[in-house]
Every structure is written in structure tokens, then in C-alpha cells.
């Protein structure tokens, strides 16, 4: 019987709007109020520049739908006769913003298609107002979407563009994430070395700009690249030296990623033992958090590194425990579509008739049906 590899290589993608674009407010003391009417619509300006800034306070705290509600308002304002007449280019650059921050906000959602609408809307403002840094994010956040929708020729060629411009505007920290953006786009794609060549542009930036989280996550992107293209003791280089980066930054989500990606380029260079130590580290760090999802991946791949090894006790009890957590986690997926839940069963299954088959290789062969009566 053959145990094939479940590798989970994770591809580090910086964001462009993780915490969306806040529009200042205006201060008062810069308005010049010729009548009754402008003072109304002063105080309106003002109004939505603050929601814009309550948007995005609730955005970092990932209460996305609230934040929608506050951009939604402040772009009614933003649109409303008054206001655009008397604060014609205030009330423009609040529009587009409101826009940029309501797609990054259903983006998070991953509403992909409903983001992609507001950045479209936001895109033309930007363009006419002269603001290309604001053009350039909205191209990123595009290619963002169009990336998580797994159209990635598109999602390549707005990072191209907003490349561009944040190469002319002199924005090295943007230039370096969308270089991150273009790597992994075509990781994606299985041009291994086209994404090599970006994940090596970006690198040095960071480490210019003193960025460590930046180099960390260029570092396993490039390690990720080698290990897609069987280049495995590469690979295993890069991510040494980006664990060592998270650890002395003490980002715990990066170590637990590079982590879990060292166990994949041990396992797939057979060297399973190593495998193990590398996934029971990163196991750790995932029960800490409370991800289940992974927790139940590497119990799994910690199960078929043993059965490889012809430890079919040790095989049977981690993959037992990765069934645990995962009827765990099906047990919450039954709100949802049952095509959904099918699509999770689906991605588990294979675990599932590992487990049974090892079981009845020790003829528990009550046990074994019983697993595969959960599927």
C-alpha cells in the first residue's frame, strides 16, 4: 500500500490592507465657512471622516460586518449633494477610500466577488484625483481578490500594475509585498522559478528596511518555491532561517508555519524521523492557538510518517486522534450547506480509509468499519 505525501506548504502572502486605509479627519480650524448651509455640510464631513475611522478601528478588530455598516454610511454621506458641492475634492477622496475600505472589509469576509466590485468603483476615483498611492493599493487589493478566487493570471497582472506605480511613487515597503504578492501568484501556477525571481527581489528590500517579519515571510516563500520544485534540502535552508527570524520576533502563527513546512520538505526527502520532531513542534503551537483544522492535519501526517516507518501502533493511535478532532470540527460544519460539509469530508477521507486499512491489518476489523461509516 502506498503512503502518499499530504505536504501543506504554505505560502506567506502579505495583504495590502490588512488594516484598511483611515481617512484623517479634517480638523475644523481648516474649514472656511461662508454660510449656514456649509456649516452643515462641514459637520457631515466630519461625520463621515469619523465613521471612516470607526471602520477602520472595528476592521482591526476583525468585526468586518460592523465596519461595512460605518463605511456603507460614510460613503452615503461622502455622496450627498451638499457635501460634494461645497467639499468637492474632500468628499471625492472620502468616496474612494470608503470604497477601498468596504472591499478590503468583504475581502475579509471572503466575499471575494463583492470586494472586487467596491475596488472597481474605487479605482476610477483615485485615478481622477490624482492619488496613485491610492490606485496602487486598490490594483493590489485586485489582485488580492482575483488570487483567492484562483484566477491568478488576473490577479498577476493588477500586481504588475501596482508595482509599477509603487516603484514611481518610491513606496519600497509596498514594492516588497506586491513582489511577495507576484511570487507566490505564480507558486500558484507552478512557475517555480518566476516565483523564485520575485520571492528574491522582495528579500532584499526587507532586509534593507530592517523589516524581519518581512524577510521571515520572504525567506518561506522561498523555501516553499524549492520545496514545490523537489528541491528539498534548499527549501529546508530558506525555512531554518526564516523559524529563526519568527522566533527571535516571537511571531508564534510564522514559527508554527515554518514549522509544520519543515516536516513537509523532511517527509518528502524521507528523512521521517525529522519529519516527526518538526510536526509535533508545530503541533504544539497549534493546540496553543486553538486550530483545530491543522491540529487534525498533523496528527494525520504524523500517523502516515509512522505507518511509512512500520509503526502501525503508533500509525493507528495519531491517526485516531486526528479522526477525534476532526468528527470535532464536522460536528460544527452541520449549520452549514451540505455541500460544504461534503467538501470538508472530502478533504479528510483519505485519512479516514488510511486509518481503516491499518486497523484491519491488526484484523480490528469492527474498528476499521466504523471509521469508514463516519465518511
Known amino acids: 500500500m502506498q503512503f502518499s505525501h499530504v505536504g501543506w506548504v504554505a505560502s506567506l502572502t502579505l495583504g495590502l490592507t490588512i488594516a484598511p486605509l483611515a481617512l484623517p479627519t479634517i480638523p475644523a480650524a481648516q474649514i472656511l465657512l461662508p454660510s449656514a448651509a456649509a456649516q452643515t455640510a462641514a459637520d457631515q464631513l466630519a461625520e463621515a471622516n469619523r465613521l471612516i475611522e470607526q471602520g477602520s478601528q472595528q476592521s482591526q478588530t476583525s468585526q468586518y460586518r460592523a465596519a461595512i455598516q460605518s463605511h456603507q454610511q460614510a460613503l452615503e454621506v461622502y455622496r450627498r449633494f451638499d457635501v460634494r458641492q461645497t467639499f468637492a475634492q474632500e468628499s471625492r477622496n472620502g468616496e474612494a477610500n470608503a470604497l477601498l475600505n468596504l472591499g478590503a472589509a468583504y475581502r475579509s469576509l471572503s466575499q471575494y466577488q463583492r470586494a472586487i466590485e467596491y475596488y472597481q468603483q474605487a479605482l476610477p476615483i483615485f485615478r481622477a484625483v490624482g492619488d496613485r498611492v491610492g490606485e496602487a493599493k486598490v490594483l493590489g487589493n485586485l489582485g488580492v481578490a482575483y488570487g483567492s478566487l484562483s484566477q491568478y493570471q488576473r490577479a498577476i497582472e493588477y500586481y504588475q500594475q501596482a508595482l509599477s506605480v509603487f516603484r514611481a511613487v518610491g513606496d519600497r515597503n509596498r514594492e516588497a509585498t506586491v513582489l511577495g504578492n507576484l511570487g507566490a501568484a505564480y507558486l500558484s501556477l507552478s512557475q ?181 461509516d463516519l465518511l
Open 192 to 372: 517555480y522559478q518566476r516565483a523564485i525571481d520575485y520571492f528574491q527581489q522582495a528579500l532584499p528590500i526587507h532586509q534593507a528596511m530592517s523589516d524581519r517579519v518581512g524577510e521571515a515571510y520572504a525567506l518561506t516563500n522561498l523555501g516553499a518555491a524549492y520545496d514545490s520544485s523537489s528541491q528539498y534540502q534548499r527549501a529546508i535552508e530558506y525555512y531554518q532561517q526564516a523559524l529563526s527570524i519568527f522566533r527571535a520576533v516571537g511571531d508564534r502563527n510564522g514559527e508554527a508555519k515554518v514549522l509544520t513546512n519543515l516536516g513537509a520538505a523532511y517527509f518528502s526527502s524521507s528523512q521521517y524521523q525529522r519529519a516527526i520532531e518538526y510536526y509535533q513542534q508545530a503541533l504544539s503551537i497549534f493546540r496553543a492557538v486553538g486550530d483545530r483544522n491543522t491540529e487534525g492535519f498533523l496528527l494525520a501526517n504524523i500517523g502516515r510518517l509512522y505507518a511509512v516507518q512500520n509503526s502501525p501502533q503508533s500509525a493507528i493511535q495519531q491517526l485516531q486522534s486526528s479522526v477525534t478532532v476532526r468528527e470535532a470540527i464536522r460536528a460544527e460544519l452541520r449549520q452549514l450547506p451540505q455541500e460544504a460539509q461534503q467538501a470538508y469530508t472530502d478533504n479528510i477521507a483519505d485519512d479516514y480509509r488510511l486509518l481503516a486499512e491499518l486497523l484491519r491489518r491488526q484484523n480490528r476489523n469492527q474498528e476499521a468499519q466504523a471509521v469508514l
